[in-house]
């Protein structure tokens, strides 16, 4: 397919007599050549690209040939036709050969150059005077007007890289969490706002009904303690009386006692 394209630009651009003239042949024709964009700014190291734009007005043409100068801050690293010139000529250093078998009229797109910037400064990107654009004429009548409207560039520096961010340290995950299921959330049921109020004042009656049976019950078991109490003084008091008299009793049985074996003396004399 490349060398079928070759040979067909070779074939048009002999019909046009693109190739039959020399390399400082001098354009007179009204075809403009220009760069898009015309100028920028561009950072060390960085490449770009700038498309060779052709404008033959309502003339018919069929072939263009861009011998492009560049500064000394730029070095030429890539070239190639668009699809309105088609056809791709094997062209020399900054030389860009496009050709087209139907023919172009107008503002037309022929191809790009790309550069990369090597340093810091201005340089700028022109037509040689060695540049063509043939008419579709069958005598390939160059149709430039020899203008070499150069584009400028300024060339800068880098834009400082910013430092990155410092990583933020994933959370730790637990072993022990890894296999526990998610917690279902159980619905709450809907209880009505009258619902709530009885139960709100069913709780309070039992809880009255609860106070008023403690204190019931707290003065019923007051009382039987008391009485227990009681009882219990009662019966520390009755052994105490039965005591005392058994004391007199026995008091009183020692005296007759005595009695009984001292016999008077009346009763000796008597018996004498």
Same mark, same amino acid.
């Given at each position: 397919?490349?060398?079928?394209?070759?040979?067909?630009?070779?074939?048009?651009?002999?019909?046009?007599?693109?190739?039959?003239?020399?390399?400082?042949?001098?354009?007179?024709?009204?075809?403009?050549?220009?760069?898009?964009?015309?100028?920028?700014?561009?950072?060390?190291?960085?490449?770009?690209?700038?498309?060779?734009?052709?404008?033959?007005?309502?003339?018919?043409?069929?072939?263009?040939?861009?011998?492009?100068?560049?500064?000394?801050?730029?070095?030429?690293?890539?070239?190639?036709?668009?699809?309105?010139?088609?056809?791709?000529?094997?062209?020399?250093?900054?030389?860009?050969?496009?050709?087209?078998?139907?023919?172009?009229?107008?503002?037309?797109?022929?191809?790009?150059?790309?550069?990369?910037?090597?340093?810091?400064?201005?340089?700028?990107?022109?037509?040689?005077? !060695? $540049?063509? +654009? #043939? =008419? %579709?004429?069958?005598?390939? &009548?160059?149709?430039?007007?020899?203008?070499?409207?150069?584009?400028?560039?300024?060339?800068?520096?880098?834009?400082?890289?910013?430092?990155?961010?410092?990583?933020?340290?994933?959370?730790?995950?637990?072993?022990?969490?890894?296999?526990?299921?998610?917690?279902?959330?159980?619905?709450?049921?809907?209880?009505?706002?009258?619902?709530?109020?009885?139960?709100?004042?069913?709780?309070?009656?039992?809880?009255?009904?609860?106070?008023?049976?403690?204190?019931?019950?707290?003065?019923?078991?007051?009382?039987?303690?008391?009485?227990?109490?009681?009882?219990?003084?009662?019966?520390?008091?009755?052994?105490?009386?039965?005591?005392? !008299? $058994?004391? +007199? #009793? =026995? %008091?009183?049985?020692?005296? &007759?006692?005595?009695?009984?074996?001292?016999?008077?003396?009346?009763?000796?004399?008597?018996?004498?």
């Amino acid at each position: 397919m490349n060398k079928i394209k070759v040979l067909v630009f070779s074939a048009i651009m002999a019909l046009t007599g693109l190739v039959a003239l020399p390399q400082t042949a001098m354009a007179a024709g009204s075809a403009n050549l220009s760069f898009s964009p015309a100028g920028g700014s561009h950072a060390v190291g960085s490449t770009f690209a700038v498309s060779v734009v052709e404008n033959s007005g309502g003339a018919a043409v069929n072939g263009v040939q861009a011998d492009v100068a560049y500064g000394a801050g730029l070095r030429l690293v890539g070239k190639g036709c668009s699809g309105n010139f088609e056809i791709a000529a094997p062209a020399g250093g900054s030389s860009l050969a496009c050709a087209s078998v139907s023919p172009k009229s107008g503002v037309r797109t022929v191809g790009f150059v790309s550069f990369r910037v090597l340093s810091t400064g201005s340089a700028s990107i022109s037509f040689l005077p !060695s $540049s063509q +654009v #043939t =008419a %579709s004429d069958g005598q390939g &009548t160059n149709v430039w007007n020899g203008a070499a409207n150069p584009a400028g560039f300024s060339l800068v520096n880098p834009a400082p890289v910013p430092a990155p961010a410092p990583a933020t340290p994933a959370p730790k995950v637990l072993s022990d969490t890894k296999n526990v299921a998610p917690k279902k959330v159980e619905a709450k049921p809907v209880v009505k706002k009258s619902n709530k109020a009885r139960m709100i004042w069913s709780i309070v009656g039992l809880i009255v009904v609860l106070a008023a049976a403690a204190v019931i019950f707290s003065e019923s078991a007051r009382k039987q303690i008391v009485a227990w109490a009681a009882n219990l003084n009662d019966k520390a008091k009755t052994p105490t009386k039965t005591s005392k !008299s $058994s004391a +007199v #009793t =026995a %008091s009183t049985v020692a005296t &007759t006692t005595k009695a009984v074996k001292k016999p008077s003396a009346k009763t000796t004399k008597k018996s004498k």
